[in-house]
């Protein structure tokens, strides 16, 4: 066999291996010809002149040969190529299956290629990306990891950094509260979604303005006039691109402000879609570790060197801020840098990857079914194969033409396979998991399209390859005798099939199992209470205050409160509430939390999810409470220093939870006593643990009254009609005020399993199609070893063979290619599971229940698969096969 | 051995200097009468492309002088037919070289042209005769 896929694998590799081995043969005979000469009495450098001249020059010779090699390639290829095309037309019904076969292999792996390239694999669309960076802090002290800055920390790496060669701030809201700006004067008041960024932010990303200028370190001071950037969709929509609008005023959260330049068409902030307007950060207003960075690290700088310089730099900052020392030092705050590509992709990489790597064994699973198709193909042309042999065509030359046809066959199933790729992107990218970034990055590009080259070549091979081996069978002569029964050669073919059909059934197990362990994963998720009930019908949204209105925090409530009036009286609500947050929706902080009683001296308690909360906010969520009373408007509205804590911080501290009430949490200087103990809630998602909470009164916290998250409860909510109501009873309020972010709780609970459930599905998809082609796999050999074995039934049932008996031989054969690709799957999937351990929950990857139900599962499908052509060799009348010849 | 016994004939079977015009300006008859030869040169036993040379000088009695820039291609492209395989082997003064070997496809061939040769000589032997 070497020497027969050899050729046609010499001639496609065939450039280096040729010149090398011509430039050996030609040296070797001017060493021979040297030699002749010298023997004749010439001197060593003269006879070697003389070979040199009596070979008419090396190069000349080395031409003519590689001329005669490449025609011959290029003639037999044209050949070939016209021959397999008019075989692949003579058989329609097999080159649509086959051909159908692949593309759907070819395509589900090309979408999911383009979504991973798209997401992971494509630079982020700014010069020179690979030194832009994240910069962050852990906090290890109190438990806390990749905290963003605080205006401090970008004050000190501002200035001190040797590695950086520049660095930004830049705010954009928390969890599903983005950063917006209300905009008054151009029509309808409006809800514009906005970036604050220091003047480094933009030069940073080597944007430059499309017109006007950038901003520049005046317009980050506080008290220089306003300024805004808008974004080309912005000034197109409002300002119907018109070039006059440098200079122009207007009034953004109230104030008016000049707009100084429009950003190019091009540039796009992170994964920020339809941002409107950026606008000065102003650092020196700024509190808390709330603002993210972007650095640019100096040429030739590596991460750990920019990380070791920050590590640096942070004693430098304590001196800046001495009040802090003691925080510094307990928390032991350090770096978190990450590359800027990294930080906006996350972890989801893992998943896609994942969902790669089922897809792609689908098409391995396909390529094995079309080489299994051409197998049973191929024996019906043995007579034909012969013929060519014998008229003199070598068995190099057959099986390059065999692995031609494949290649053909290849190919139009990759085309079809892009096609399909193109059309399923879209139901890809709908299906994938919310949290997916860089969507728009996602489509067919050069890098998909090449990867779609290299696969349908790759599988051409694959299964093309397989076919020489088959064809060994056919020696020069013999082929032609035997009359297409022969049985040394379907022996060996049934052999390829076999094994074909065990790489199927092996990798359907392997997909299967996988699958249903996502399933077990979902249904485990499922079974976890979030904490909260009936989530379907808690309707949330936010509202956004202008930002100066939190100077006067008494009026905020009044308003907060009015708005909670005006949708209590809508029919069908049946309590409703606001907070600085809705669970789940990755809004809530993380703050320490000290408890009075269980102080340790010079060391920080462990950071709490904290949310700060109006009264009604459990009843409306449906979070019970377990001990202790809920938050009143007395306790709201007169600051009582009160507080409620969840189930697992009272067990933690106090063990019951009744006793954690009337205890002091919070501040040394201002203690608040616990009044009440409510469930815990899986703020982070149902997979990890709850987490444990303190709610504040919400007026502990102004800012949250200037951004409240509301909250209803109502069989309606989802509904548009409610919705509509919803905003009415908001603008009756203040109608200037826009609703942003509006969803049920439920969907944010769906969100929480969303990378969970998109791997079920596009398993789950991997696996039914696995199965398929698995079945049909094994239906095709064992109907097409009925069909050759109809004579040896007959046999069998002349000499006094019973029905049962032929049906078990049948079922027995196939049942033993299932079973020994049930045990190579199972083997294959406790290897590969592993992949998922990240992803399960509440069950292994080696899970017993899921292999023998699956295992069981696909024993069962296989035996069907050969019962029906079982069924038939059952029927096989002796006489009819044996007159049948 | 070492000088052309003849100019036309050294003409005959040399190599082209130009490659675009190689192969369309030789009949088939002469390629033939090339790939005869060193199928016959070939058939005592496994050469070297210098020994393939050298043989079909001998067999012809120094009549033909095969040039090199014309054998190489020749040997290379029955390569790529079937009809020689080629292996590296130690020569006979210990060095390393590449072998031809006649496959059965190249004697079958060998045994075809033979014949074809034959009939050639014998029809444009009665032509010539007959004039």
Same mark, same amino acid.
């Given at each position: ?323 802090? /020392? ?162 040394? /050669? ?8 076999? /094994? ?240 942003? /972010? ?144 | ?131």
């Amino acid at each position: 066999m070497p020497g027969r896929i050899g050729s046609f694998f010499r001639n496609l590799l065939r450039k280096r291996a040729i010149e090398q081995a011509l430039n050996d043969e030609l040296r070797s005979a001017v060493e021979l010809l040297t030699q002749e000469k010298m023997k004749e009495g010439l001197s060593q450098p003269e006879a070697r002149r003389q070979a040199l001249i009596e070979l008419g020059g090396v190069e000349q010779v080395k031409e003519e040969v590689r001329a005669i090699r490449s025609g011959i390639f290029l003639e037999t290829f044209a050949q070939d190529l016209r021959y397999a095309l008019r075989i692949l037309r003579k058989s329609p019904g097999f080159t649509t299956v086959a051909v159908l076969t692949l593309a759907l292999g070819i395509g589900a792996t090309t979408a999911m290629f383009s979504v991973v390239n798209g997401v992971s694999l494509k630079p982020l669309p700014y010069p020179q990306p690979e030194s832009l960076v994240e910069v962050g802090l852990d906090l290890p002290g109190i438990n806390q990891f990749n905290w963003p800055l605080c205006p401090e920390d970008y004050f000190t790496f501002r200035e001190q950094s040797r590695t950086f060669q520049d660095i930004g701030l830049y705010y954009m809201g928390f969890g599903a509260s983005l950063y917006s700006a209300n905009v008054t004067g151009l029509g309808r008041p409006e809800h514009v979604p906005a970036l604050g960024v220091t003047d480094e932010v933009l030069p940073i990303l080597g944007v430059t303005p499309l017109l006007g200028r950038s901003f520049t370190r005046t317009d980050d001071e506080p008290g220089s006039s306003d300024t805004v950037m808008i974004t080309y969709g912005y000034w197109r929509s409002k300002f119907g691109g018109d070039r006059s609008v440098i200079g122009k005023a207007i009034d953004v959260d109230g104030k008016p402000t000049t707009i100084i330049g429009v950003l190019p068409q091009r540039f796009r902030f992170l994964d920020m879609t339809n941002l409107g307007m950026l606008l000065p950060l102003r650092p020196r207003l700024l509190r808390g570790y709330n603002y993210f960075s972007v650095a640019r690290l100096k040429p030739g700088v590596t991460l750990a060197e920019a990380s070791a310089d920050v590590t640096r730099m942070i004693p430098i900052e304590v001196e800046r801020v001495p009040e802090r /020392a003691n925080f510094f030092k307990d928390t032991r705050i350090g770096p978190n840098l990450q590359l800027l590509k990294d930080y906006m992709i996350g972890d989801v990489v893992k998943v896609l990857w994942v969902v790669m790597g089922g897809v792609g064994l689908v098409l391995v699973i396909a390529c094995a079914n079309v080489a299994n198709l051409l197998l049973v193909k191929i024996q019906g042309r043995q007579q034909e194969l012969a013929i060519r042999a014998a008229l003199g065509a070598s068995p190099g030359r057959i099986g390059g033409g065999l692995v031609v046809e494949s290649l053909v066959l290849a190919v139009i199933g990759g085309a079809l396979g892009l096609l399909f790729a193109y059309g399923g992107l879209q139901a890809l990218i709908a299906l994938a998991p919310s949290d997916l970034p860089r969507l728009n990055d996602i489509g067919i590009d050069r890098l998909v399209l090449l990867f779609t080259l290299g696969v349908t070549m790759v599988a051409g091979l694959l299964f093309g390859s397989m076919l020489p081996l088959r064809y060994a069978g056919v020696r020069e002569g013999t082929g032609l005798r035997e009359t297409g029964r022969s049985v040394s /050669a379907s022996r060996e073919r049934h052999r390829a099939s076999n /094994a074909l059909v065990v790489i199927q059934v092996g990798l359907a197990l392997v997909l299967l199992v996988s699958s249903a362990l996502m399933i077990r994963t979902f249904q485990a998720l499922i079974h976890v209470q979030p904490g909260f009930t009936a989530p379907a019908e808690v309707e949330t949204f936010h509202v956004h205050f202008p930002p100066e209105m939190i100077k006067a925090p008494e009026r905020l409530v009044r308003m907060d409160q009015a708005i909670l009036d005006h949708i209590e009286a809508i029919p069908g609500v049946s309590s409703t509430d606001f907070s600085s947050a809705v669970p789940m929706d990755a809004g809530a902080e993380s703050d320490p939390v000290l408890v009075k009683d269980h102080m340790l001296q010079g060391q920080l308690p462990p950071a709490r999810r904290c949310f700060w909360v109006s009264p009604s906010f459990f009843r409306t969520m449906g979070i019970p409470t377990v001990a202790g009373r809920d938050l009143t408007w007395d306790d709201i509205l007169n600051k009582r220093p009160v507080a409620i804590v969840s189930e697992n911080l009272a067990r933690e501290y106090w063990d019951n939870p009744s006793d954690a009430l009337g205890k002091q949490i919070g501040n040394p200087k201002a203690w608040q006593q616990i009044v009440g103990v409510v469930g815990n809630v899986y703020d982070d998602g149902t997979s990890r643990e709850a987490p444990a909470t303190v709610y504040w009164p919400i007026t502990d916290a102004d800012v949250f009254l200037g951004q409240p998250a509301f909250a209803i409860r109502s069989a309606r909510a989802g509904s548009q009609s409610f919705m509509n109501e919803v905003q009415q009873a908001v603008w009756s309020v203040d109608p200037d005020l826009p609703l942003s /972010a509006v969803h049920t709780l439920d969907y944010y609970y769906r969100n929480s399993m969303a990378r969970v459930s998109f791997t079920l599905v596009m398993l789950s998809l991997a696996g039914g199609m696995a199965l398929l082609l698995g079945a049909i796999g094994l239906y095709g050999v064992i109907a097409y070893s009925v069909s050759q074995r109809t004579r040896e039934i007959g046999i069998r049932m002349t000499l006094g063979g019973q029905r049962d008996d032929v049906l078990r031989l049948i079922l027995g054969h196939g049942t033993k290619v299932a079973l020994i690709g049930v045990a190579i799957g199972i083997a294959a999937a406790l290897g590969l599971s592993r992949f998922l351990s990240g992803l399960l929950y509440g069950v292994k990857p080696t899970d017993p229940l899921t292999f023998l139900v699956v295992s069981v599962v696909l024993v069962l499908v296989s035996l069907l698969a050969c019962y029906i052509p079982a069924r038939r060799a059952m029927r096989v009348d002796p006489m009819v096969a044996l007159k049948y010849e | 051995m070492s000088k052309p016994t003849g100019m036309a004939r050294d003409v005959l079977i040399s190599h082209s200097d130009k490659r675009g015009q190689m192969g369309k300006e030789r009949t088939d008859l002469l390629r033939g009468t090339l790939d005869l030869l060193i199928l016959k040169a070939l058939g005592l036993e496994p050469l070297h492309g210098v020994g393939v040379s050298r043989r079909i000088t001998q067999i012809t009695a120094g009549a033909f002088r095969v040039s090199f820039g014309s054998l190489f291609p020749a040997l290379h492209r029955m390569e790529e037919k079937g009809w020689v395989q080629a292996e590296w082997r130690a020569s006979e003064n210990n060095r390393r070289a590449k072998y031809y070997r006649l496959t059965s496809s190249g004697r079958a061939q060998l045994r075809a042209e033979e014949q074809d040769w034959s009939q050639v000589v014998k029809i444009m032997t009665a032509a010539v005769e007959s004039a």
